[in-house]
């Protein structure tokens, strides 16, 4: 029996991992990698998503490049998110600096409001409050992560060594529905349409509406597949992360990281539901 906890702050949801209030959470991926090196005994099993992250501007903005966000305040999450990263990636790919730039951090529910009051010159976290500054009108796509760096990893599931150890089929049933589902998700658009329809009125309490819009416009914004723990992935996080000052690289993929749940994801079959209302 898996009993979900909503969290509005990257803060919060780490302090109760930390508590063992919580055996499992999906958090963002170089925070769960700090932790480990930190020492908490946890281990990235799962990922939650592919892509799923855009940075917005003002409708009517001056800011059309990123070039253009040189002296500019952008919102990120948290210090140790993948967000702060592509920004730190985008800016050394185009000769720029991190310390170009303000950075801000704010839970994701308050980014949409101080965009549309223009006190932040940009904002970037995960969906969908980056697509509610869109949807309401006032909010511009400056980049889709999966444009800039394709296949990016935001969140992650991250399980305490000691759940694993004591209730590891527990562990891999969540794994498998987690997958599954996913799968499921990515199958046929309308199944997206049911899972804003459930998730949103059940889960998130967010308008469904929003929510499609995610899940839509366009259809790859956010992807529920290639979800498999993979060694290229992290250490190019990792690297970025020690660059960038975030990290010490004392923790090695195989200390925060236990792939061996999904070791082939085309054995995996969609899952099972059909939406009723």
């Given amino acids: 029996m898996f009993e979900p906890v909503r969290f509005n702050g990257w803060p919060e949801l780490k302090e109760a991992f930390l508590s063992d209030y919580l055996q499992a959470a999906f958090i963002l ?47 990120i999450p948290n210090r140790f998110s993948n967000q702060r990263l592509i920004i730190f ?45 869109e949807m309401d009108g006032y909010g511009r796509i400056l980049f889709m992560t999966k444009d800039v760096w394709p296949e990016f990893i935001s969140c992650v599931l991250a399980v305490h060594e000691k759940t694993i150890r004591d209730n590891r089929p527990q562990v891999q049933r969540l794994v498998d529905g987690i997958a599954g589902s996913g799968k499921w998700l990515d199958q046929r658009m309308d199944h997206r349409m049911q899972a804003a329809a459930f998730v949103g009125k059940n889960y998130y309490h967010q308008h469904p509406a929003l929510l499609r819009f995610v899940l839509s416009k366009p259809p790859d914004r956010v992807k529920y597949t290639n979800l498999r723990v993979c060694r290229n992935d992290f250490e190019e996080i990792e690297a970025l992360g020690v660059e960038s000052g975030i990290l010490k690289g004392t923790a090695p993929f195989e200390d925060y990281a236990d792939p061996s749940f999904i070791e082939d994801e085309t054995v995996i079959q969609p899952y099972n539901w059909e939406y009723t209302r």
């Fill in 29 to 75: 991926a170089p925070m769960a990698m700090a932790l480990r090196e930190q020492g908490v005994p946890i281990k990235i099993v799962y990922l939650g998503h592919r892509d799923g992250t855009t940075m917005m501007v003002h409708k009517d903005s001056y800011i059309h490049r990123i070039e253009d966000l040189r002296g500019k305040k952008i919102a």
């Fill in 89 to 133: 990636r985008a800016f050394k790919q185009r000769g720029m600096r991190i310390d170009d730039v303000a950075l801000l951090e704010m839970p994701p529910p308050d980014m949409p409001a101080v965009l549309q009051v223009r006190a932040v010159d940009a904002v970037i976290t995960g969906e969908p409050y980056s697509a509610q500054t």
